[in-house]
């Protein structure tokens, strides 16, 4: 998702929680060879403008989480394989293809394993609910420059008046333009990735309370959606449904990305960014 507002909130924070049918059913093999393409291309670029964090510790920590994730999905499905992205937007996004990016920002919200897991798992349910697929024609015709102008809003250690004013690289609304539908989809499979990894899914919906406490409860790209409270809610009924149980990691969530969300909080401050800010000392106070 390229969003071009920041309050799109990975795209996670306004639409409805309605379980429904692919758009057109998961990625084909020629799909996922021109998404790994593209893919590709993007680590290049990124590699390039030294907009990767190359943290052994953090990207092996992030790698097992997307390989207890990888676990749930279809047979057949792409491995997947994750990079940190230098940028202190609190947002994730996949091109397709097994490749799924985390802004450091994302890492350094969210408050616990659990938190991040639902919505790693809700930018995965994407990809294998067919969403990339179906708007890949928009995807390509941005190009390698498109996706690379929308990454670099607060790239860390850059300074203001060399970053492109294009906010945040997330997976899908002016690009990929995902549906009301489609991201309702995302939220119910990615929701049964998350249980079915064995965290905790009341605690993972409580991403959603940390966007809202960030942007806003009703922030999102489209204002007809629910708000961040709703999602929460729906999902919090469903978790317990079925019942509340699994891991949440809190204190080992909070002493393996301490230091990365130091370096975003000095970012945070030099861009004035109060509320963004005021979360990451939250989390710092908490893993006291």
Not at 18 to 31: E, L, R, V
Not at 80 to 109: E, M, P, Q, R, S
Not at 175 to 204: C, H, K, M
Not at 251 to 274: F, H, N
Request: hydrophobic letters at 45%.
């Amino acid at each position: 998702m390229l969003a071009l507002l920041r309050p799109l909130l990975l795209a996670v924070a306004a639409v409805s929680i309605t379980a429904c049918a692919p758009s057109s059913g998961p990625p084909s093999a020629t799909d996922i060879r021109a998404e790994q393409g593209q893919a590709r291309a993007l680590v290049r670029e990124l590699n390039a403008k030294d907009k990767l964090i190359e943290d052994r510790s953090l990207n092996t920590y992030l790698a097992g989480i997307l390989g207890r994730i990888d676990q749930q999905r279809p047979r057949g499905s792409v491995p997947l394989k994750g990079h940190i992205v230098a940028d202190a937007d609190v947002n994730a996004f996949t091109t397709g293809g097994g490749y799924v990016f985390v802004n450091a920002g994302l890492l350094a919200a969210m408050e616990n394993e659990a938190q991040l897991a639902m919505v790693v798992s809700h930018e995965v349910a994407h990809v294998d609910r067919g969403h990339i697929a179906a708007n890949k024609d928009a995807q390509m015709a941005a190009g390698i420059g498109g996706l690379i102008a929308a990454v670099g809003l607060s790239a860390l250690g850059l300074p203001s008046d060399v970053i492109n004013p294009v906010v945040g690289l997330g997976q899908g609304a002016a690009i990929a333009s995902y549906s009301r539908t489609q991201e309702g989809d995302a939220d119910i499979t990615g929701f049964q990735y998350l249980t079915g990894a064995g965290w905790n899914a009341v605690e993972g919906a409580r991403s959603f309370e940390v966007l809202a406490r960030i942007y806003g409860d009703g922030a999102g790209f489209f204002s007809s959606h629910p708000s961040s409270s709703g999602r929460q809610a729906q999902l919090t009924r469903m978790a317990r449904a079925q019942g509340v149980g699994g891991e949440i990691n809190a204190a080992s969530y909070l002493r393996q990305t301490e230091r990365l969300r130091r370096d975003v909080l000095k970012e945070l401050d030099r861009q004035g960014r109060d509320r963004e800010a005021a979360q990451l000392r939250r989390n710092l106070s908490a893993a006291r």
